[in-house]
Every structure is written in structure tokens, then in C-alpha cells.
């Protein structure tokens, strides 16, 4: 059993799936922005409140077997900086020179003019 507020739910009950997915993560809770869309003709949902402000964003859409829907924001990469990613010695020397960089612990070597193409 569950205590939701004054009520005992059952652990198999929708609604206390419901209450234990949406506060689950306390890190990154969910907030409820807009009650009961409905489907236009063509099963879509508008979701202007709960999207990001960003041009041109891509969602990650997940379903549970409840039939609850999250959309997840992604960004993506061009095709030609994901050897970056598929490189774990690369990717891991470039977070660790970021990191230094974030600590001050950087060398002046100098100007590397002389070697830039106009």
C-alpha cells in the first residue's frame, strides 16, 4: 500500500503508478502545465506551454505501459563531429582539457598566427 494524501493506494492502481512515476525523481520533478488536451482529428497534441523556447527543438518520445507519454528534448550533431563521440580516448583528452581550462590550469605557448590560412 501507498499513502497518497488521506488516501491508501494499492501499489497496482494507475493512480499511484501516476504519483510514483511523477515523483520518482526528485532531482527533476514533473509539473503539470496544462489538464486534459484533447486529440485533434489527426491524434496530435499541441504543446506550446511545455515547449522549449528554442527554434527548431527534436523531442525523444517515450510511452509506458500505461499509455503515459514524456517528450525528452535532444539536440543533435553533425554527422562529422560524432568521431568525437565514437572516440573514447579523443573525447575523454577534450573533457579533460576543458576541465583544466575551467580551473586555470592552462600555458601560454604563444601565438599560433604564422600558421592560420587566410
Given at each position: 500500500m501507498y499513502?497518497?494524501?488521506?488516501?491508501?493506494?494499492d501499489y497496482n492502481s494507475h493512480l499511484c503508478n501516476t504519483i510514483i512515476m511523477l515523483t520518482n525523481n526528485t532531482n527533476h520533478p514533473f509539473k503539470l502545465i496544462a489538464?486534459?488536451?484533447?486529440?485533434?482529428?489527426?491524434k496530435r497534441v499541441a504543446i506550446g506551454k511545455a515547449s522549449s523556447a528554442q527554434e527548431d527543438v527534436l523531442y525523444d518520445v517515450?510511452?509506458?505501459d500505461l499509455?503515459?507519454?514524456?517528450l525528452d528534448?535532444?539536440?543533435t550533431i553533425p554527422a562529422y563531429e560524432t568521431w568525437l563521440f565514437e572516440n573514447k580516448?579523443?573525447?575523454?583528452?577534450v573533457k579533460k582539457?576543458?576541465?583544466?581550462?575551467?580551473?586555470?590550469?592552462?600555458?601560454?605557448?604563444?601565438?599560433?598566427?604564422?600558421y592560420a590560412k587566410d
Amino acid at each position: 500500500m501507498y499513502e497518497c494524501g488521506n488516501f491508501l493506494l494499492d501499489y497496482n492502481s494507475h493512480l499511484c503508478n501516476t504519483i510514483i512515476m511523477l515523483t520518482n525523481n526528485t532531482n527533476h520533478p514533473f509539473k503539470l502545465i496544462a489538464k486534459a488536451l484533447k486529440p485533434d482529428n489527426k491524434k496530435r497534441v499541441a504543446i506550446g506551454k511545455a515547449s522549449s523556447a528554442q527554434e527548431d527543438v527534436l523531442y525523444d518520445v517515450y510511452i509506458n505501459d500505461l499509455g503515459q507519454v514524456m517528450l525528452d528534448p535532444v539536440k543533435t550533431i553533425p554527422a562529422y563531429e560524432t568521431w568525437l563521440f565514437e572516440n573514447k580516448k579523443a573525447l575523454k583528452s577534450v573533457k579533460k582539457g576543458l576541465s583544466d581550462s575551467k580551473k586555470g590550469n592552462t600555458k601560454h605557448l604563444g601565438s599560433f598566427s604564422k600558421y592560420a590560412k587566410d
